[in-house]
């Protein structure tokens, strides 16, 4: 039902505003569904996905092209997890952990 109105929805600020949501949910089916029918992957700032801590997302994303120089993106993200660890312990030192995997940072 849902890929219907996706696909029959001729707004693109639509299907680029319901990816965001999307993206805010963590959900990468929803995701990858609305980006095969037109939502553009361009209209997210990439520190937004980093924001969420979800590596198969930000994986998404690198995949499609998504710009990962301008602004720094992983610098400020990491920045900020670093501070997430010391108020988290070790848990957000797992999620960065992660990211570097998923993101081939050595």
């Known amino acids: ?20 949501h999307a993206l805010s949910l963590k959900r990468l089916d929803l995701i990858k569904l609305l980006v095969l029918h037109g939502a553009d992957i361009r209209t997210i700032e990439f520190i937004e996905v980093l924001r969420i801590w979800e590596p198969t997302i930000i994986r998404f994303f690198l995949d499609q092209g998504a710009e990962f120089v301008e602004g720094s993106p992983f610098a400020v993200a990491f920045g900020e997890g670093f501070g997430l660890q010391l108020a988290r312990g070790a848990s957000a030192k797992r999620n960065i952990q992660s990211l570097r995997l998923s993101s081939n940072i050595k």
């Open 1 to 20: 039902m849902l890929e219907v109105l996706i696909k029959s929805e001729p707004r693109q600020e639509v299907k680029d505003r319901a990816l965001e």
